[in-house]
Each structure stands twice: as C-alpha cells, then as structure tokens.
C-alpha cells in the first residue's frame, strides 16, 4: 500500500516539476526582470519611500561603479546615528524605533514618553502566555520562526479591533507589537528549549526599568547579562532594524499591507519572509563555515593558509561544496557594509572580554583575504565584501545566544523597519495594490473529454 502511494506520488512529483519548467531563453526574449532584477544585478524600481536608503554603488550611463556602502533611517547616516547614542553612553534602539515610525529624532522629552509607552505595554495576556507555554510543548521540534509568525497571528484574536484599519488604530497595533514582540520571542524561546532540551522553564515577566536590549537578555538570562553584552544587542537591534524597501521581508510587508489586510497578518507574512534560507539565516549558515574553517585551518594568523583554503572552498573542493564564502557579498553593498564595520568595532570589545582574540584575529583576517582571493578566482572586477551577517553570528554566540535564535533575534529588529514600511504603505497618497504582470507562454489547447483522455500514470493513489 504504501508503495504504491510512493509511486504515485513519485511520478506526479515529476510531472509538476516538468510542468513548472520555463525555458530560460524566454525570459530574455520577453525582458523578465528575474527576481525584480535588472540584467546588470540592480533592483528594478517598483516604489518610493522616506523610510531607508541603502547605497552601495553609483551608476555611471550602464557602468556600475563601486563605492564604500552607506545606510541611512529617515536621511540619517546610520554611522551618525550610532555615534550619537554611544557617545551618551545610552543604548539606541527605541531612539531608532521613534526615527523610523515619526520621521523625526527624539528629544529628551519624547524619547522618554516613547519609551515608557513600549516599557508598560511588553507585558503579554495571562491567557496568551499560557498558551506560548503550553502549547509549544505539543508541537514537532521545527524553525521557531513558523511559531513566531503563528503568535502574531494569535495577537488578532487577543485585539478588540483587529480589522480597524484607521490611522490611529493602526498605529496602538504596530507600537503593540514592538513592545510585546521581544516577550514573545524569549517566552518562545525557553518554551522551546525545555520541550525538546530539557532544560529548565524558567519564566520572567518583563521589566519596565530596562531597556529593550537589557529585557531580552533578563527574560532568557535573568540577571546573568553584562552590560557590554547588553550594549552589543542593542547595536545589532539598530542595524538590522531597517534595510530600504526593496529586501525581500519589507518588500512582503508592503505588498500585503497594498491589499489592504490587517497589521498581524502583514506581519506575520514578512515573519514567513525572513525565515527563508536565502534571506534571514546566512548568520547561522557563516558559524557553520567558521567552525568548518576552524578545524581546518591550523594557523590562524597564517593569510597564506586561509587564502589557500578559501580558495578550495571557491573550487567546491570542501565544506558544502556549493563553492560560497557565507557572511560576504550583498545585493547591494560592494566595497563595504556600514553595519558590517559599526559590528566589527563592537565584536573587537566583546573578543577581548570573552578572551576569544585568537578566534576574532582568524576573523579579521578573513575579512582581508576573501575578497582578493575571490577576485582572483573570479575576476578582477569581481567584489565581494564582508556583510553585517559575518560577525553578528560571533557576537550573538559570544553573549550567550544559540544558533537557533540568530535569525528570530533578526526579527526583533526588523520589526520596527517592517511596521514603519507598513504605516506608509497604507497612508501614502497614491497607494495601489501591488500587482506586477506575469507574462503567460504556454500555447493554446483544445479541451478533450474525459473518456477519451490518454492515461499517462497507471498506479492508483492510495491514501
């Protein structure tokens, strides 16, 4: 019986495949631009926003010219923004959350309101954090992400108007989520840690005397968080907060949100978004590559050693053999990511705290010998920088945070970048449902009646 199942669905697996094979030579004849790329690799223009700006090259006529990469929140350079916060000694996230959603930085006064607003609305539902807890122990050990994306979802039910789209509504359900969102997460998190680790539960109602970052770690940590460990979190909460409109999770919020559904479902779309391999997970993919390069690089101080084994991973030669150097290159940065630098600053305090200079050297190093050994195997014009996933993996891990969590820790930040998308979406004047055109190239049939339809699979389905 069961073979038989297997078979059928064997062969019809092979069928659809078939089916869904468009011959590459159409898409240039018709001018597709792939993936919402055009043929030089840059995105195709599909919208504006006042939200975030990512620069990473000029453009010349056709010629893409290289340049050091630059970030920026509502026109603010995010190497400015992060200098700022730091110099006062104070974390910034929440600052940074304020800029986002207003357009506007904070004085005193307002950062102070803003933020005792998120302070006093992190605490979760009696009946919704019973049912984070419980029910996470019923569930297959899966990515996090499904059950985050699943939480939002149940937010809708807990919201007396879940469908009430005005502005101002909108606004109580988008603050909501940035502050309940990190509860969330750390009561998923230890859930999930002692369904299928059997580790203590432990469970800490969040704190309205700490910052965003701080509260985190209390609720998976309690008291056992450094400050410097602290101030690293909320820099990363910073620099992935936002990332322009055109990544693929913000991206999904907007084209959502153009429908005109409600805010926990738009949300809960770009939670699905980020989860993606190819988008929210390249911190956890580049700890793989690092302990692979670990156990097989005997010296590393030795540039020479690592440019010889990096250059067999090009070749396919060892680790996954998919020939890729994790944690470099990016969709639009070229000769640098910011956020990449504004880490390293950071990572280099952490290394020496935890006494893992050796491991940060072998890291340093990697960032000076990857894109020359890349332009070699590849080409001269080829460039390929160390993105802001090739040490934010090193400084979750070294404050205490496992590989399973990098990518719904992402989330966190981006919250506020997807909420910010999301408000401008549905307010901007000349707001369209988003619908692109799909170029249909099968030829036209005659249709055929049953009975007179060849049979091309013979094995019955079995259920």
């Excluded at 919402?36 to 453009?59: A, E, F, P, S």
């Excluded at 302070?119 to 979760?124: I, Q, T, V």
């Excluded at 429908?259 to 738009?266: I, R, S, V």
Aim: proline fraction near 3%; charged fraction near 30%; glycine fraction near 6%.
């Amino acid at each position: 019986m069961g073979n038989k199942k297997n078979k059928f669905i064997e062969k019809l697996t092979k069928k659809i495949k078939s089916v869904c094979q468009i011959e590459k030579n159409l898409f240039h004849k018709y001018d597709v631009k792939r993936g919402l790329r055009n043929r030089d690799h840059t995105g195709v223009l599909v919208g504006l926003t006042n939200i975030g700006d990512v620069i990473g090259y000029r453009k010349e006529g056709e010629k893409i010219i290289p340049i050091d990469g630059e970030l920026y929140y509502r026109g603010y350079k995010i190497t400015d923004l992060v200098e700022g916060f730091q110099n006062d000694g104070r974390q910034g996230f929440d600052e940074i959350c304020y800029l986002l959603f207003t357009g506007e930085l904070p004085n005193n006064e307002e950062l102070r309101i803003f933020s005792s607003y998120l302070a006093e609305n992190r605490k979760l539902p009696q009946v919704f954090k019973k049912s984070i807890l419980m029910t996470e122990r019923t569930i297959p050990e899966q990515n996090l992400m499904n059950l985050l994306s699943r939480e939002v979802l149940t937010l809708y039910t807990l919201d007396e108007k879940p469908e009430d789209r005005s502005e101002e509504n909108v606004v109580i359900q988008i603050f909501d989520l940035v502050a309940k969102y990190p509860a969330i997460l750390a009561y998923s998190i230890n859930a999930a840690r002692h369904s299928f680790q059997n580790a203590t539960l432990s469970i800490r109602n969040p704190r309205k005397d700490l910052t965003t970052a701080e509260n985190f770690l209390y609720m998976l940590k309690g008291e056992k968080y450094t400050q410097l460990e602290a101030e690293i979190l909320d820099l990363a909460l910073v620099l992935h907060a936002e990332h322009g409109g055109g990544n693929n999770s913000t991206f999904t919020t907007r084209v959502v949100s153009s429908a005109g559904t409600d805010t926990y479902a738009a949300i809960s779309a770009a939670i699905g978004s980020l989860k993606g391999i190819y988008h929210g997970g390249a911190n956890k993919k580049v700890m793989e590559m690092m302990d692979h390069l670990k156990e097989n690089i005997e010296d590393w101080t030795d540039k020479q050693e690592i440019a010889d084994y990096i250059l067999k991973i090009l070749k396919k030669e060892v680790f996954d053999g998919y020939g890729k150097i994790y944690g470099f290159g990016h969709a639009v940065y070229t000769l640098s990511d910011p956020r990449a630098q504004l880490l390293r600053e950071k990572a280099s305090e952490l290394a020496q705290a935890k006494g893992k200079e050796k491991e940060f050297t072998l890291y340093k190093n990697l960032e000076e010998v990857v894109p020359k050994v890349f332009a070699e195997y590849k080409g001269r014009d080829k460039i390929l920088c160390a993105n802001v996933d090739f040490y934010s993996g090193f400084v979750y891990s070294n404050i205490g945070l496992s590989r399973e969590i990098f990518t719904p820790i992402f989330s966190m930040a981006r919250m506020a970048g997807w909420c910010a998308h999301r408000l401008e979406e549905i307010n901007h004047s000349s707001k369209r449902i988003i619908r692109p055109a799909y170029n249909n190239v099968t030829s036209r049939k005659d249709y055929t009646p049953l009975e007179k339809r060849k049979t091309r699979i013979k094995s019955k389905p079995v259920v």
